[in-house]
């Protein structure tokens, strides 16, 4: 069996849009932040309009960072929170950032986490989801987000993940609409 | 920012334990072939006890395989399901399995997939899931697989994905328990 290389990257921008120094306080700050990779992502036609970032939940230090790559990459896996949460182990060498010792974290997203992205972040080890606009703001784009349920949340909450969602909604779901107006295209499974 | 490489491989071995020509007939043959997946994996060491496969539903084409490399890559989201499905969108160059034209896919899962493994399965464009162990076996040994409902499978039904559960389950799990018995490590978020 000849094995494919399985080709994960971050647009060759974002290299240059931050740094690992970047300190940002917890709410809305660290929100606008990560909307402003969604917008870049938009305009510069590198994925699909969703970013997501992990902090240090009280330094607010940037750990990891993620856009959409799905189309670009051909690769259904790899929305943004799975490409932040892949980042930040990645640089800390952990499969969980809520091992024994370490700091608590938070995911923050630029639209609630799909199906798999909340099993994603359940795995992670953050102890916080910060989300922006709405599952129905990207259904009614014509992204199925799959089956994700109050009882979701109320699980997550029952081993110590909170979900706090709606943060800079407009703002987000805004950009959302800018993906489409230029032509982004719409993948589901 | 310096971006860190995000390494995804398939333990070696892999490479000569099958090849792209096989071609199982639906049913138990199929999951008896992941689950030798998984026992090697559980005897080489390289992973947590679970493995999948990406088929075509009809002629029974092996299109992907994947093995859990959660520990030794440090990465939660290296999940057995999740690699057969970047790998056979790898060698398909398609994001999806489910696209116009394509033969329709089926994923074969050692375990009960995850919360995660159920999103991603979902837009993987898979048509079917058969999976081998009980989320209850998994969650037995430790393994918390998440937010998964009766409703998760009806939501996925609804929208044409079937799952067919409990195929081969005791062999499975029987793998699941030398994994444990071997000292092999628990992992969770």
Not at 1 to 21: T, V
Not at 157 to 186: D, F, H, N, Q
Request: proline residues 5%; negative net charge; aromatic residues 8%.
């Amino acid at each position: 069996m000849s094995l494919p290389r399985i080709a994960i990257d971050h647009p060759p921008w974002l290299d240059a849009a931050a740094d690992w120094e970047l300190r940002l306080p917890a709410g809305e700050a660290r929100m606008r932040w990560v909307i402003g990779l969604v917008r870049e992502q938009v305009r510069q036609g590198t994925g699909g309009p969703f970013a997501a970032a992990v902090f240090e939940a009280d330094s607010g230090r940037l750990v990891g960072v993620g856009l959409n790559r799905v189309v670009p990459l051909n690769n259904c896996c790899l929305h943004a929170e799975v490409l932040a949460i892949m980042t930040a182990q990645a640089r800390l060498g952990r499969y969980s950032l809520g091992l024994e010792g370490m700091p608590a974290h938070e995911l923050v997203t630029s639209c609630d986490p799909c199906a798999m992205c909340v099993g994603a972040a359940f795995w992670s080890g953050v102890k916080r989801v910060v989300a922006g606009a709405d599952r129905d703001d990207a259904m009614a784009l014509g992204f199925d987000e799959g089956p994700v349920f109050p009882e979701t949340f109320a699980y997550l909450a029952e081993r110590g993940v909170e979900v706090e969602r709606g943060v800079c909604r407009a703002e987000s779901a805004a950009v959302l609409r800018e993906y489409v107006e230029r032509g982004g295209e719409i993948y589901n499974g």
